[in-house]
């Protein structure tokens, strides 16, 4: 089968791939669509995630959702044909974490798109059966992609805590950071600021429910101002960058809330200390999603028209280097990109 390589940093390959048997309790997938994620433009353009790098080559890709191929022995509820999102993760259930219900840090995960562990940007791909989940006839495979993300901003949510009349500012308006601007609306948010440099995706976080969007320049400063201020009280990081949660740490009210949703690329990222402590802020990290897919393609689902066009452009895999470099470089309008193998 066909795969796309990253083989350096932004340089793609295609290449041929085995395709093996679906073993028991798996099912085999034809990939139909993949979305490009903010984790994937770290390896693509950087060559790391944090502290992990990659190791060319390599196929990313973790946003996906295919089409049932067949299924290996002893497989129930599921047939050739079938439609869904697919699970990235690989859990091994028996962990403290698992055990626990902490299954987004097992101790032995293995999630396809990281080093060794191939991705979604391939032909087919074999799953357990667990980590398939139905999609609705009327959903479009580029829509169902928009699962996986959308998990990882419900998961945040947790984090964020947002009670009816609460105000956030959510700083970052990319896909992950719109979908968290759409979760704190239908969480009840009265008020919303998203912040992003980008003038395009400054508009798409008013479709997504964002009241005021402001240039990244000065935001907090412009967040307290529009508080008297107080500032909000929960500051959702999705764009990690230095200056970002440092901006959250400012625009946040004393004893409020910040979620660094964000993946950085510094290992150590020096953090504004002083406001932290003398606001006593709780600070929280987000590690993906923890087995919130299946609500998450339930507001999919309930918000069709709403969140569909978020999904601005698709690209066969045959170009998926023009793909990454429009994501990349915020060109041409691009909400979200998906990759359709």
């Not at 901006?247 to 504004?272: E, K, W």
Request: aromatic share 6%.
């Amino acid at each position: 089968m066909k795969a796309a390589e990253l083989v350096s940093t932004r340089q793609f390959r295609l290449a041929e791939m085995p395709s093996e048997d679906p073993a028991p309790g798996e099912v085999q997938v034809r990939v139909d669509a993949v979305g490009i994620c903010g984790s994937d433009m770290h390896y693509y353009a950087e060559g790391a995630v944090g502290d992990t790098p990659c190791v060319f080559p390599m196929v990313m890709g973790h946003e996906p959702s295919g089409t049932v191929v067949r299924c290996g022995a002893g497989v129930t509820g599921w047939s050739p044909g079938d439609r869904a999102a697919l699970e990235p993760a690989l859990f091994c259930y028996h962990c403290e974490f698992c055990r626990t219900g902490h299954y987004n840090v097992c101790a032995n995960i293995r999630f396809l798109s990281t080093p060794g562990y191939p991705g979604f940007f391939r032909e087919f791909v074999n799953l357990p059966s667990a980590n398939l989940l139905a999609i609705p006839k009327e959903m479009s495979m580029e829509l169902a992609t928009l699962a996986e993300p959308l998990a990882v901003a419900l998961h945040s949510m947790k984090f964020a805590a947002i009670d009816p009349d609460d105000t956030v500012a959510v700083f970052g308006a990319g896909p992950i950071g719109l979908l968290t601007i759409a979760c704190a609306k239908i969480a009840g948010a009265k008020r919303i600021w998203a912040v992003d440099p980008v003038a395009h995706r400054r508009d798409l976080a008013v479709q997504m429910g964002a009241d005021v969007t402001l240039d990244a320049v000065d935001a907090a400063l412009g967040i307290r101002t529009d508080t008297g201020g107080r500032g909000v009280d929960c500051a959702i990081d999705c764009a990690a960058k230095q200056h970002t949660t440092n901006d959250a740490i400012g625009a946040v009210r004393n004893a409020g809330r910040v979620v660094i949703t964000g993946i950085h690329s510094q290992t150590h990222v020096p953090f504004a200390m002083s406001p932290m402590r003398r606001k006593e802020l709780a600070v929280f990290n987000v590690r993906r999603s923890n087995h919130e897919t299946r609500e998450a393609l339930e507001m999919l689902t309930e918000h069709a028209r709403w969140l569909a066009p978020l999904v601005t452009h698709t690209r066969p895999m045959e170009r998926i280097a023009e793909a990454f470099a429009i994501a990349h470089d915020y060109t041409d309008g691009v909400g979200k990109m998906v990759v359709k193998p």
